[in-house]
């Protein structure tokens, strides 16, 4: 079952900010918000993850609404390398058990044009 | 840290042949998981492994395959006897999982069956 719901595909031009939207509307409690990319013909990278709050670091910038069914992954200037496969997924913080699983949808193809 | 290695990084092979894909996790990782990645399904979790057990086989397409985790720096992926449609890319991860945390991933394994 599909937990997320991203866009197929979005372009950005280079230097711009890319805004990444994810909707997550039947996120529980204790699940997290996460966000991986993949580069073409690599395996997917860890970007960044947040619960509540917003979270920022070297690569990208996490915005989660209060309500917390949607989040934004915010690049703040593309270049491009950034294109990519953009996958936002939702997991629980439990480590043990079935829980703690990497579910990736289809994602986002962001392109980032010169 | 040299990352998660797998190799090898391509094999082609004749249908019905036996195929063994190998990972070694970055040292201190406590969870494993094999994805397998194509173009019709996407990225989809096959298995993986918690302090060298078996936590979740479930998306194991079948009997043909089977992965084994020995010990904590090395594990196998194999399927016997392969077809076609097991033409795909396959990608080791390893997680530190006593909290949230990202999963690394390996570069993939290139898998062609003639």
């Known amino acids: 079952d599909a937990k997320t719901t991203q866009p197929p595909s979005m372009d950005c031009a280079e230097g711009r900010a890319a805004n990444l939207p994810c909707n997550h509307s039947t996120i529980s409690g204790n699940e997290y918000v996460y966000w991986y990319r993949q580069i073409h013909s690599q395996g997917p990278q860890y970007i960044i993850h947040g619960l509540k709050n917003n979270e920022t670091n070297e690569m990208a910038s996490l915005i989660i609404t209060e309500d917390r069914k949607s989040s934004t992954l915010i690049l703040p200037h593309a270049t491009l390398r950034d294109t990519a496969v953009y996958y936002c997924i939702v997991r629980s913080e439990n480590s043990g058990g079935s829980n703690y699983k990497l579910t990736f949808g289809k994602g986002t193809l962001l392109t980032v044009n010169p | 840290d040299a990352g998660v290695i797998q190799s090898p990084r391509h094999e082609v092979t004749e249908m019905g042949q036996e195929v063994t894909l190998r990972c070694k996790p970055i040292?201190?990782?406590?969870?494993l998981f094999w994805y397998r990645q194509t173009m019709m399904r996407g990225l989809e979790l096959l298995i993986y492994?918690?302090?060298?057990?078996?936590?979740?086989d479930s998306g194991m397409p079948e009997d043909r395959f089977s992965a084994k985790m020995p010990n904590a720096s090395f594990s196998t992926l194999k399927i016997q006897p392969s077809e076609p449609r097991d033409s795909a890319v396959y990608f080791c991860?390893?997680?530190?999982?006593?909290?949230?945390?990202?999963?690394?991933f390996g570069q993939g394994t290139r898998l062609t069956v003639v």
């Open positions: 991860a390893s997680s530190l999982g006593l909290r949230i945390t990202e999963a690394f």
């Open positions: 492994f918690n302090n060298n057990v078996p936590i979740d």
């Open positions: 040292s201190g990782h406590d969870y």
